[in-house]
């Protein structure tokens, strides 16, 4: 959708380390790990925390519209 409607080449994410759940969720999404750990603000946490970057290639032919669930 990001793709089409908004012009869309890449979307990027991030999750805490110490949120490892997170990190799997963005995978079956289709993101991939950058390899960098960047420190991010989190107001839950107080201050920065380092979190693992993701990213999604939305030129990539394997990013396949994902089914919507009712």
Known sequence: MARHALGLRRLDAFHFVDNPASGR???????????RV????SRGRGG????VMFELDLDDDRCAPMPLAA
């Open 38 to 41: 960047e420190p991010r603000t």
């Open 25 to 35: 969720v963005l995978a079956k999404l289709g993101f991939r790990p950058t390899g």
């Open 48 to 51: 920065e925390a380092p979190a």
